[in-house]
């Protein structure tokens, strides 16, 4: 869907310095303007379309980074392992749950939040309660249940 927009407004951009040639009678300006611009706008753009997910666990807290463009990577989040509340794949039950927990903040951190390997993590940091949303493998699964056995429900 990105991309999709990302090209809608690559488009855009060629026909707004098209019809400013037009309208201004400028048309070497904007001819020179047309491929500098969209350049820009690629390079600027382009990294965002293909973002991935990164989880690391060391000294029972989960570090969750996002990478964009397979190259910069930005660090979103620390959850305290310990502080968690619960740890369980996304279904009815655990949606209901997240919602009642009334979180002050929702990360979206997954590929798809329809996808059926989607856990949920509810935690509490500095007196606010928070949701994450997260793909999880069987193996970071079972380091989750050593580092907080009582939190985790495995389905």
């Known amino acids: 869907m990105k991309k999709i927009i990302f090209v809608a407004i690559y488009v855009l951009s060629v026909i707004a ?3 400013f040639g037009l309208a201004t009678k400028e048309f070497i300006v904007a001819g020179v303007l047309i491929p500098i ?8 753009t382009w990294r965002y379309t293909s973002v991935e997910y990164e989880y690391t666990v060391v000294s029972n807290t989960m570090t ?5 463009g397979k190259k910069s990577r930005k660090r979103i989040l620390e959850i305290p ?5 619960l740890i369980a794949l996304l ?4 949606e209901e749950q997240a919602e009642k927990f009334s979180p002050h903040g929702v990360v979206p951190a997954c590929s798809d939040i329809n996808n059926e390997n989607i856990y949920v993590i509810l935690y509490e940091q500095d007196g606010e309660r928070n949701v994450v949303y997260l793909d999880m493998t069987n193996e970071m699964l079972k380091c989750l249940k050593r ?9």
Not at 91 to 94: C, E, F, H, N
Not at 147 to 155: D, E, F, G, Y
């Open 17 to 19: 310095w098209l019809v």
């Open 37 to 44: 611009t969209l350049g820009l706008l690629i390079f600027i």
């Open 64 to 68: 969750v980074s996002v990478i964009y």
């Open 81 to 85: 392992l310990r502080d968690a509340v």
């Open 91 to 94: 279904d009815d039950d655990t």
């Open 147 to 155: 580092i907080n056995p009582s939190a985790c429900i495995k389905k």
